[in-house]
């Protein structure tokens, strides 16, 4: 008899470490599912961060671009007047602004090579001309018409411009 209650002992014990090891084996799968959740809802809250910013910073550019036509065309008289300085300190605060936020200004300039990661030809309405064969293509820019933004490596708005 006492063999067999030892058998059935060891018996129950094995059945008992059997089931305790499958409810730390649930425990730990549930652990590891909880930590993915969780990595995958703060990867969701950066990308949402990130969008909400992409859309506020398109929603800012367009304010800088009329500063910076406004101060392209500051008659020559008027570049030493006072108000002149605190419209250019205004645009210098907004630049600093996307700066700040991880926007970087695309700088193309006439003749550098034209990007389409990067840049947006658009028809010159002054000088239509018939590419009569590939070799007067230039593939340059030939005028930048408005500034494109980028954060980090994601273009927000290519740069427009005018191609040769």
């Not at 630049?95 to 947006?120: K, Q, R, S, T």
């Amino acid at each position: 008899m006492d063999h067999k209650k030892k058998e059935k002992a060891d018996k129950e014990i094995k059945e008992k470490i059997s089931t305790e090891q499958e409810y730390l084996n649930g425990w730990k799968r549930c652990q590891a599912d909880f930590e993915n959740y969780r990595k995958a809802q703060d990867e969701a809250r950066k990308e949402f961060a990130k969008y909400v910013a992409e859309t506020f910073i398109l929603q800012i550019i367009p304010v800088l671009d009329n500063f910076h036509m406004a101060t392209e065309h500051i008659p020559q008289d008027q570049k030493d007047g006072g108000w002149v300085a605190g419209i250019m300190h205004i645009q210098k605060q907004l630049e600093n602004v996307l700066a700040e936020n991880g926007v970087e200004e695309i700088m193309p300039a006439a003749g550098d090579e034209f990007d389409p990661m990067l840049h947006e030809a658009v028809e010159d309405g002054d000088k239509k001309q018939e590419i009569s064969s590939k070799k007067e293509i230039e593939n340059k820019i030939k005028k930048v018409l408005v500034r494109g933004y980028k954060m980090g490596d994601k273009v927000i708005r290519p740069s427009k411009v005018i191609v040769r």
